[in-house]
C-alpha cells in the first residue's frame, strides 16, 4: 500500500526555535499533501491544503506566515513552524494523495512538538 | 456549520459480540464518507469509503458500513469483533460546497476496547 514517511516523529525545543517537519510519500507521487494538527482529546484539524508546485490553501485561522508550507515536489511537502511558542505545541500530522477528488489520503505517523 | 458526530466516545465489548459505532453529518449536499481506524501505536489506516453506489460498503477486516442519506448517517458495523479490533475509530465526511469547493471534516474519534 502506498506509504507516507514523516519526519522527525518528536521534537522538543525552546520558544523561538523554528522547526521544520518533513512528509515524503515514499511509493507514489502525491499531487496533494494535507497537514493537520491534533490537540489532546480533540478531531483532526485541518490546518492546510498544498498542491505541487503551488502555494498552500490555508484554512480559516491558521496563521500563514506562521506555519510555511512548501510543496516543492511530488514526494516531499514540509511545514516550518516559525519561532514555536509553547502553544504551537501539538501533534503534527501530514496525509499524501494522488488527487483530491476521490483518492483517500495516506497519513504520516506524525510529530509531536513541545515547545519548553 | 457542517459538522460531524461520532455519538459514542468509548465502547467496550467482549470479543464476539457485535459493533455498531455511529457517525452523523449536518449536510443535505454531496458528500464523501470515510471510516479510518488507527491501532495502538500506529499510523491512522483507511478501513472503507463511500463516493457512490451501493449505500452499503464493505471494507477490510469484515467491517462495512450503511450510508443512509435520509438520516445523514454513516455507521461503521461489525458482526463478530475480535481483541485485534481494539482500537480508535473515526469518522471523516468530505463535503462539497458551492464552486466545487471541498472540506474534510473529521469526527472525535471512538476509542474500541475488546476483552479477550
Known amino acids: 500500500g502506498a506509504v507516507v514517511s514523516q519526519h522527525p516523529s518528536r521534537v522538543i525545543c525552546k520558544s523561538g526555535t523554528s522547526v521544520k517537519i518533513e512528509c515524503r510519500s515514499l511509493?507514489?507521487?502525491?499531487?496533494?499533501m494535507f497537514w493537520y494538527r491534533q490537540f489532546p482529546k480533540q478531531s483532526l484539524m485541518l490546518m492546510a491544503t498544498?498542491?505541487?508546485?503551488?502555494?498552500?490553501?490555508?484554512e480559516q485561522g491558521v496563521e500563514k506566515d506562521k506555519f510555511l508550507i512548501n510543496h516543492a515536489s511530488l514526494t516531499l511537502s514540509t511545514l516550518t513552524v516559525t519561532s514555536a511558542h509553547p502553544e504551537d505545541s501539538s501533534f503534527y500530522i501530514c496525509?499524501?494523495?494522488?488527487?483530491?477528488?476521490?483518492?483517500?489520503?495516506?497519513f504520516g505517523d506524525g510529530t509531536r512538538l513541545s515547545i519548553l | 456549520a457542517q459538522s460531524v458526530s461520532q455519538h459514542n466516545h468509548h465502547v467496550i465489548l467482549s470479543e464476539a459480540a457485535s459493533l455498531e459505532l455511529g457517525c452523523n453529518y449536518s449536510?443535505?449536499?454531496?458528500?464523501?464518507l470515510f471510516w479510518y481506524v488507527q491501532y495502538p501505536g500506529q499510523h491512522l489506516q483507511l478501513l472503507l469509503k463511500?463516493?457512490?453506489?451501493d449505500p452499503l460498503v464493505k471494507g477490510i477486516k469484515g467491517f462495512e458500513a450503511e450510508f443512509i442519506k435520509s438520516k445523514f448517517s454513516f455507521n461503521l458495523r461489525k458482526p463478530s469483533v475480535q481483541w485485534s479490533d481494539t482500537a480508535e475509530y473515526f469518522c471523516?465526511?468530505?463535503?462539497?460546497?458551492?464552486?466545487?469547493?471541498?472540506?474534510?471534516?473529521w469526527g472525535l474519534g471512538t476509542s474500541l476496547a475488546v476483552n479477550p
Open positions: 496525509s499524501a494523495s494522488r488527487t483530491f477528488e476521490n483518492q483517500p489520503q495516506h
Open positions: 511509493d507514489f507521487q502525491a499531487t496533494t
Open positions: 498544498s498542491n505541487e508546485g503551488s502555494k498552500a490553501t490555508y
Open positions: 449536510y443535505g449536499g454531496t458528500v464523501n
Open positions: 463511500y463516493f457512490s453506489g
Open positions: 471523516a465526511v468530505t463535503f462539497f460546497n458551492a464552486g466545487n469547493n471541498r472540506k474534510l471534516i
